[in-house]
């Protein structure tokens, strides 16, 4: 765990180790602690993929107070075995419609179209980190036998809920935007709702667990868009 002060009110702390469920399971739980040892001292605590973004209150308490705190965390009382964790369930409509680059990432990796589908359902992905867009989930890891490097040429209108895939991620577009990822599926679920107390339904730590649905069950599902159900482990 190392510390870097980015500026007067901000710090970040970083993990040199490798990304798995653990990992991502260890920061979730240091943020937790952190935002409850430090209180009113600090306005937020960001978590990304090897990492936490601390923003601190410029009224409260130095970065160096806050940070001789948070070194005195025992990591061995950390239990992360024990965390409720929910798991939520995105559908995922695979038609070629809707899908402009998952023949080319299936011929990339010599498997058919449907063996491609069949291994992006087979795991549950982490959600490792928010950004780029409000409500844009980072998720990992991806198996390696659907691996595939960013596009050369960014796509210019990659539509609102489309599922792409990037090296070891996958990920779901909030809103309709340009992108660099490859595109092998759509989901009817709103990912982000300014009029929701909580805008975006996943945060990083949660899970994700994407189910198939048809064509048909796509576009019926566009009339009524709601945020999926879940199971808390």
């Excluded at 024990?82 to 038609?95: L, S």
């Excluded at 419609?97 to 011929?107: L, N």
């Excluded at 992006?120 to 595939?148: A, E």
Aim: charged share 20%; aromatic share 8%; with cysteine.
């Amino acid at each position: 765990m190392q510390f870097f002060n980015l500026n007067e009110n901000t710090f970040l702390i970083t993990w040199n180790q490798n990304l798995d469920s653990n990992l991502t399971n260890l920061l979730t739980s240091y943020r937790n602690i952190i935002m409850s040892i430090c209180g009113d001292d600090i306005q937020d605590c960001v978590q990304s993929i090897k990492s936490l973004l601390v923003i601190i209150n410029n009224n409260g308490s130095s970065i160096k107070k806050i940070i001789e705190k948070i070194k005195m965390i025992d990591p061995k009382k950390i239990n992360i075995k024990n965390k409720k964790i929910k798991v939520w369930k995105i559908p995922v409509c695979y038609d070629l419609e809707f899908a402009p680059d998952i023949k080319a990432v299936s011929d990339l990796n010599n498997i058919s179209i449907q063996d491609l589908i069949e291994i992006h359902l087979s795991k549950t992905y982490d959600v490792l980190s928010m950004g780029f867009l409000p409500g844009f989930m980072y998720l990992g890891k991806t198996d390696n036998r659907i691996h595939c490097e960013r596009k050369v040429k960014p796509s210019l209108n990659i539509k609102k809920g489309s599922i792409g895939l990037a090296l070891n991620q996958t990920c779901i577009y909030p809103t309709e935007s340009p992108g660099g990822w490859n595109i092998i599926g759509i989901t009817p679920i709103e990912l982000f709702n300014l009029q929701s107390n909580s805008p975006c339904f996943s945060k990083p730590g949660d899970k994700i667990q994407f189910v198939e649905i048809s064509k048909s069950q796509y576009v019926s599902s566009l009339k009524n868009p709601d945020k999926p159900d879940f199971i808390e482990l």
